[in-house]
């Protein structure tokens, strides 16, 4: 069973951020090898916050040495070699995967300048971190080409854009 909880501070707009969160890593989880999670027993745990520019520029300085807001970061709580047996070995049934937080001015700034709802891009951001909770990289082009293929396709099971679609103004 997936359990995301969003934790939404403004200057987020007022949504059913819970619902779209749980949405979002739902469809993520769906494209990759641990499909099977969202039907265990075992509770899967992620936690969505939605923060301002400056608390996500603060984290990104003190975890990835950028000192600048970016649009989603990804803390993920196991190990991806350990992802493959993670419900079998939970002692009580629950499983932290990680935390994902995304940045308002940021995210707002991308879905305008993308002609996209900041809740569609907020979606995209979450699928995207999730697929990082789970193991997932853009480092390598293969690895960035296979990512983006999930989040593709877990945005068109959603009904939403494309985000690696390149638009011809």
């Known amino acids: 069973m997936l359990d995301v909880a969003a ?6 707009p007022e949504a059913d951020w819970d619902a779209l969160a749980t ?12 499909a ?16 301002d520019d ?11 040495q950028k000192d600048k807001p970016t649009n ?4 993920p709580m196991v190990q991806p070699d350990l992802l493959e ?16 937080i995304l940045a308002h001015g940021v995210c707002a700034a991308e879905a305008e300048e993308r002609g996209i709802s900041v809740e ?11 697929l990082h909770l789970l193991g997932y990289d853009h480092m390598g082009d293969a690895e960035a080409e296979a990512m ?22």
Do not use: K
């Open 7 to 12: 934790l939404c501070e403004a200057p987020w």
């Open 23 to 34: 949405r979002a890593a739902e469809a993520a989880l769906a494209e990759t090898p641990f």
């Open 36 to 51: 099977e999670w969202r039907g265990s027993p075992a509770a899967i745990e992620i936690a969505v916050r939605l923060a």
């Open 54 to 64: 400056e608390e996500v520029r603060t984290l990104n300085r003190d975890y990835r």
């Open 72 to 75: 989603v970061l990804s803390f």
């Open 85 to 100: 047996s993670v419900t079998q070995n939970s002692d009580d049934g629950e499983v932290i995967l990680g935390d994902i």
């Open 120 to 130: 569609d891009h907020a979606t995209h951001l979450i699928v995207h971190g999730v």
């Open 148 to 169: 983006e293929a999930m989040e593709r396709a877990a945005l068109a099971n959603l009904g939403l854009h494309d985000p690696y679609l390149v638009r011809e103004d």
